[in-house]
């Protein structure tokens, strides 16, 4: 069964969220909140499938970006966020954020790109932790890489890297194919958005740059000119 948070301070656009989200599962439990401190609250409180936050909550201008924050201290719920506010202003920060997805209001009367959104997330995550088998689970003491599922944090030979969601998730699949080729495709199914081979090419760079942070070549992960990445040791 989802549980699912609105945090948006109108009351008509907060239940119309609240119902689109009952569309996607009867059985769905939908928390409402209408200010920070409330939602602040319930994200300590509860490991939610899904946050929708809206970022600026009066008297606070950017409230959703410190819930946000909070969410990242606690269970790390994937998170939409619903915004008035200019994409081009705040779609970088929601990136670095590591949020799912942003989408501008106003949201549509029947709802379906919302929908569409949240429904990629909750199928997405879904799959994500059902491919987690106990040999995922598993500390192998001869390997260098090491996820904690738990906190999410990596590390490598021992010393943490400080790597995103996202890039983490690619070094993981990169890494278990050690030697052989990880095609774009293949990079394409773990990414929420930007699946292009320049955005995967960024996120490669991001490793790069946690992996030199440690100490270790950056040549470790290499790109192949129009077919995918390798890990080399």
């Known amino acids: 069964m989802y549980k699912i948070a609105i945090i948006e301070d109108s009351k008509a656009v907060n239940n119309a969220l609240a119902e689109f989200c ?35 909550l009066p008297p606070e201008k950017n409230a959703g970006i410190g819930l946000i924050n909070v969410n990242s201290q606690y269970h790390k719920s ?35 790109m919302f929908l569409a959104a949240a429904m990629r997330v909750l199928r997405d995550t879904r799959n994500s932790q059902g491919a987690q088998s106990a040999q995922d689970q598993q500390v192998e003491s001869e390997e260098d890489l090491f996820v904690d599922h738990e906190t999410g944090k990596a590390s490598f030979k021992g010393r943490p890297l400080n790597i995103p969601h996202t890039a983490k998730i690619i070094l993981q699949k990169v890494y ?14 773990l990414v929420k958005s930007g699946k292009n081979n320049d955005a995967i090419r960024q996120h490669v760079k991001t490793i790069r740059d946690a992996l030199k942070d440690v ?14 990445v390798r890990w080399q040791d």
Do not use: C
């Open 176 to 189: 278990k194919n050690k030697g052989g080729l990880v095609t774009y495709e293949e990079l394409f199914e």
């Open 78 to 112: 994937p998170v939409i966020v619903v915004s008035g506010l200019d994409s081009s202003v705040y779609r970088s920060i929601m990136y670095q954020l590591d949020i799912w997805d942003f989408l501008e209001k106003p949201i549509a009367p029947d709802g379906q």
């Open 22 to 56: 009952r569309q996607l599962d009867q059985s769905a439990e939908v928390d409402q909140f209408f200010d920070r401190a409330s939602a602040e609250m319930g994200i300590k409180q509860t490991d939610y499938s899904l946050i929708v936050v809206d970022i600026e």
């Open 215 to 228: 100490g270790e070549s950056e040549g470790h992960v290499e790109v192949i000119r129009m077919k995918g």
